[in-house]
């Protein structure tokens, strides 16, 4: 049972590492390129010229806040599609909810209405 915690990845959850923003691959520390699938790992700051992980959006150094690349404009567009498919749904639920409760008050107005009919027959 113990072997199969071992050899699972090559590096060490609990040690820096540098997460792949292509293929979520931990790289070890200061690799230049993903070992799985050589996408660059990191980008020199414009400002001060330190070499930042792509997986932090600001300079370590000097904190400035990089562009955003083709990632961040990508996962923008999809939290807007999230949001948009939120709030349909959440249109749908209050479509369905007014004509649920609209049939339950005309079967309710209905079952009133019998009431006094036959009564007043
Ligand atoms: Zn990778
Ligand atoms: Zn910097």
Do not use: W
């Not at 292509?22 to 790992?41: I, M, Q, S, W």
């Amino acid at each position: 049972m113990s072997e199969r915690r071992h050899g699972q990845s090559e590096v060490d959850h609990n040690q820096p590492g540098v997460l792949c923003i292509k293929c979520n691959h931990l790289n070890v520390l200061d690799t230049p390129t993903c070992k799985r699938c050589g996408a660059d790992l990191y980008r020199t700051c414009p400002r001060c010229g330190h070499s930042n992980p792509l997986v932090f959006a600001n300079c370590r150094k000097c904190h400035k806040r990089f562009p955003r690349g083709i990632l961040g404009h990508r996962s923008r567009r999809l939290r807007k599609t999230q949001s948009f498919l939120k709030r349909a749904l959440v249109t749908a639920g209050q479509v369905v909810l007014v004509l649920v409760s609209l049939v339950v008050l005309a079967g309710l107005a209905y079952m009133v209405f019998d009431y006094f009919k036959s009564r007043a027959e």
